[in-house]
């Protein structure tokens, strides 16, 4: 420093680097040479202390800095970088250490004493005598005392005089005592060390001083780890959540779960790190990456018993999104269904009159956010072309017809299928569910949890979404044309349960266009959440599939209305091939959903009462209101006069020939049970993401199950296609740890079929039952991490109070389960002596081929050729297979699978087989190999040889 180039060059006050003295901006960070160190001496505010000239503490301190920046400066490339060993850096400066003081009037003390140099000392001169000032930094000429500032010149004895300044740099395991400081104001400790102000309360470490006033910098404000509120800088807790302001702004809080401990050392590493920095052990995968109190949506922490977000409003319940271990869960018994939907109304209620009362108390009416009134609402992209809707209105401000000018707005007034009037969207699927709905009013309002006028315009919506019940919150902005009539669904009579559930469900699946298009069935499981059932009318493309009675069907059909079933029929729909004119001609529309009202066989008629959700529209075959069909005694029992409204009678063989199914949904009483549990469908036989419900009956019961997986309403273009599902019901036994899981005969199986959801019905004898869910056709695709695995959701209705425990199953659960599936359904050939091979086509969408080795001591080759198949996809990664099956064992060769629903598939097989003496596979495939393809890992638990037991 004492040195003429130090001399010639000057230190930026904001980074510390030192530049050249030609330079009027700083090299690094351009910020401008300090303007106070190039004022006159009659312009500079001074402030005398005692008669004493004195510099501002400012010029002070910022010679400090330089001291501390100068001592820090070890790594200019990375100035957070603290990984070096202990060092002493030392620094020339003048005699007399400049520091902060509590007391002024002892630094005012220290500070003109040690400032005056002393008579024996001998001046620095340098070339054309200028000398630098190390208070003010200002350049001087021939004078022994500082222009800008008074300060005496330094003299050499003061120059070639060293401070040693030590800085103890600490190792990693010392890192926070360096990498932290604490706040003086509000004991914040984990600031971090290149920080000059407090991240919690804003205070200043670095006292400075303007004209004698305290300058304090702005604050910024800061966002809520919790709900990501942002809050005012002068608040230590989030005005939304009470999150605390020093949990939001440290980034190695242990609470926000930002890293991971190593179960070796106990050291807590940072989640990008993927070994422990102490111990080098590798990083465990996680099990368990989410609380179950922690809101999926919005992150919220809530409660640990807590069903609904207490920030969001959505159900805790409905998603998961980590991989886990199902062997901790609990036994739990089924309850009423009853019990259950007045516990989840009541919750709902309680955050209802919260909304409320913030709305009253600011006089405000409620609007959604999270679905606002806006075309992102309306469509999957916000440009849309043809767009009806110009405005949102509230119901007093909608247009209503002449009728209905009389009449106050309300929820309900008395529903009737009449009052239903479909909008310009396509999701008669819906309306004709609402339409089989409305013959139940108690079932209506079972859906609606606000059945009363809201004036701030807030309103509930139970739904049952994918077999996940949901709560969903709603305002009573509608869309609407330019002349103020309703563009979407209606109904009469100033009524808002059509439109305000329509709108519930366009907000679940995203916004309106995603409610176009879909069934029946869909429709009365999300309203009611009960089992549903689909009928076909149609005989099935596939020839392996049985034959249609239509006897049993009509049966069926009896059966259902007489034990108070909803039912719903889908009119050319479809393999069907349909001419459109024949039935326009007939006064039907191909592709549409109607609604099933009567069921009837009178006189040895077999008619039924369909609906037209349009409310107009009607058969005008036999049986239609003008029909020569009609007798005074029928015409007196049917009243067939409602063809002005969509409601028409036909007879069944009309329905055979014109409709694709009826889908009947099973209400049941209040006295039936139900549990709902969720799983994973992983794309392969892994027990680590697998599981299974054991369940144990004490007395006979009816028990209906459905399995399903996730909708694919979400998107314009979902990006997977849906799963082949299946639910199968196995005897077991009673589970102990001596006992492990026991995979028996076949009790019960769904149809597997790629549809959002499978069901199965059954009666059940006391004993202990295993339920087993399968999926195949995403195998060997590129669903590699858990976190995006299938979720399922399986729903178990019955007459009586059942015992289940979701449990982790054994590690070939799959292969025995479909072995023992496909020996109860499956078709049976003799191959050879001591072989049987076993096909499960029949309700299957695809094959399934299992080859059983009775020999004591003989091998079995098997060379399974399925390559002139199409539309399937194989567990094995390839249509053609090779295998060796031990003896006295059984083995699951191939599964194939339907990919698409909506397509159709094929299906061609060539089996070859002969005997062995011993393993391998010979000339059949190379030496040492008893298996082409490989049975990898991810496949063993499906494809491995099992025992005969």
């Not at 496909?822 to 050939?829: D, E, F, N, S, V």
Request: aromatic share 8%; proline share 4%.
């Amino acid at each position: 420093m004492g040195s003429i180039a130090s001399v010639l060059q000057w230190h930026c006050s904001s980074c510390s680097l030192i530049n050249p003295t030609d330079r009027v901006t700083c090299i690094r960070c351009n910020v401008h040479r300090s303007y106070e160190c190039r004022k006159k001496v009659d312009q500079l505010k001074t402030r005398t202390i005692h008669g004493c000239p004195t510099p501002y503490v400012t010029d002070i301190l910022c010679a400090e800095a330089e001291i501390a920046a100068g001592a820090l400066r070890l790594d200019d490339a990375d100035p957070t970088n603290i990984d070096h060993k202990p060092s002493v850096v030392k620094l020339q400066f003048k005699s007399v250490i400049l520091q902060r003081r509590k007391s002024w009037n002892g630094f005012e003390d220290q500070f003109r004493t040690s400032l005056r140099p002393s008579k024996s000392s001998t001046l620095l001169t340098t070339e054309n005598d200028s000398w630098l000032c190390n208070a003010c930094r200002t350049r001087n000429f021939s004078t022994q005392q500082c222009q800008n500032c008074n300060s005496f010149r330094e003299t050499k004895e003061q120059k070639n005089k060293f401070i040693p300044i030590t800085i103890n740099i600490p190792k990693d395991s010392d890192k926070k005592s360096t990498s932290n400081w604490s706040c003086e104001k509000c004991s914040f400790s984990l600031n971090q060390f290149w920080s000059d102000s407090c991240e919690s309360c804003g205070w200043n470490a670095i006292t400075m001083m303007r004209d004698c006033v305290r300058y304090t910098p702005p604050k910024k404000k800061w966002t809520c780890k919790r709900c990501t509120l942002l809050n005012d800088p002068n608040t230590t807790v989030c005005n939304a959540c009470g999150g605390s302001k020093a949990k939001s702004l440290c980034p190695d809080d242990g609470t926000l779960r930002e890293f991971w401990t190593c179960d070796k050392c106990t050291l807590k590493n940072r989640l990008s790190t993927l070994v422990c920095k102490a111990c080098k052990t590798e990083k465990r995968a996680n099990k368990k990456r989410r609380s179950d109190s922690q809101c999926p949506t919005c992150t919220f922490e809530n409660e640990l018993n807590a069903k609904q977000c207490a920030m969001c409003h959505k159900h805790l319940e409905s998603e998961y999104y980590s991989s886990i271990l199902i062997s901790n869960h609990p036994k739990k018994q089924s309850e009423l269904m009853e019990n259950l939907r007045r516990i989840e109304e009541q919750e709902a209620r309680e955050k209802w009159n919260e909304i409320v009362l913030f709305c009253i108390q600011n006089s405000q009416e409620f609007v959604d956010d999270s679905f606002p009134p806006a075309s992102k609402s309306l469509y999957y992209t916000e440009k849309h072309e043809s767009c009806r809707v110009t405005q949102w209105l509230r119901p007093e401000s909608i247009i209503c017809s002449e009728l209905d000018k009389e009449l106050c707005w309300t929820v309900f007034r008395k529903p009737k299928p009449s009052d239903i009037i479909q909008g310009i969207l396509g999701n008669c699927w819906l309306l004709s569910a609402l339409t089989v709905l409305a013959e139940r009013e108690d079932l209506v309002r079972h859906v609606m949890v606000t059945k009363d006028y809201c004036e701030q315009g807030a309103y509930q919506v139970r739904l049952c979404k994918d077999g996940k019940w949901t709560t969903v919150l709603v305002d009573d902005l509608l869309p609407c044309d330019n002349r103020g009539n309703q563009v979407y669904s209606q109904a009469k009579r100033k009524q808002l349960w059509v439109p305000l559930i329509e709108k519930a469900i366009a907000k679940l699946h995203g916004c309106y266009e995603a409610l176009v298009s879909g069934r029946a069935i869909e429709g009365l499981a999300t309203l009611t959440g009960a089992p549903c059932e689909s009928v076909p009318l149609q005989p099935s493309s596939v020839p392996t599939e049985d034959e249609l009675d239509r006897d049993l069907i009509w049966a069926q059909l009896l059966s259902s209305r007489l034990a108070g079933f909803l039912m719903g029929a889908s009119c050319g729909g479809g393999n069907m091939k349909v001419d459109e004119d024949a039935y326009q001609s007939k006064g039907l529309r191909p592709r549409h959903a109607y609604s099933v009202l009567d069921v009837r066989d009178i006189d040895s008629y077999r008619l039924l009462k369909l609906r037209n959700p349009w409310g107009h529209f009607s058969w005008n075959g036999d049986w239609s209101d003008d029909s020569d069909m009609w007798t005074d005694n029928l015409k007196t029992m049917l009243m067939p006069d409602g063809c002005c409204e969509g409601v028409f009678w036909i007879s069944y063989d009309d329905v055979l020939k014109y409709f694709d199914c009826i889908d009947i949904c099973k209400v049941r009483n209040n006295m039936w049970n139900e549990v709902r549990l969720k799983g994973y469908l992983p794309p392969l036989s892994s027990t680590d993401h697998l599981s299974c419900v054991v369940l144990t009956v004490s007395e006979p019961t009816e028990a209906e199950f459905t399995l399903f997986q996730e909708g694919q309403r979400k998107s314009e273009k979902c990006n997977r296609s849906q799963l082949d599902l299946c639910v199968a019901v196995m005897r077991s036994r009673e589970v102990t740890s001596e006992k492990p899981i026991y995979i028996g005969r076949l009790v019960e199986h769904s149809k597997r079929q790629v549809r959002g959801f499978v069901s199965s019905h059954k009666m059940l004898e006391p004993d202990v039952y295993v339920v087993v869910c399968l999926a195949f056709n995403h195998w060997h695709t590129d669903l590699v991490d858990p976190s995006v695995y299938p979720e399922f959701v399986l729903a178990i209705h019955s007459s009586k109070r059942l015992l289940v425990e979701q449990v982790s199953p054994p590690s070939f659960v799959l292969a025995d389960t479909i072995i023992n599936l496909t020996l109860a359904k499956g078709q049976r050939h003799e191959g050879r002596e001591g072989m049987t091979a076993y096909y499960l086509t029949k309700g299957w969408a695809g094959l399934v081929v299992v080859v059983e080795n009775r020999h004591a001591n003989r091998w079995i080759h098997v060379k399974c050729d399925c390559q002139e198949s199409y539309n399937v996809m194989s567990t094995r990664g390839l249509l053609k297979t090779i295998d060796s099956v031990p003896p006295l064992h059984r083995q699951v060769i191939i599964v194939l699978t339907q990919l698409e629903g909506s397509g159709g598939f094929s299906i061609a097989h060539k089996l070859t087989h002969r005997l062995a003496n011993q393993a391998g596979l010979h000339d059949w495939g190379p030496s040492g190999c008893s298996h082409l393809p490989q049975i990898q890992k991810s496949i063993e638990g499906l494809h491995s040889p099992r025992l005969i037991t």
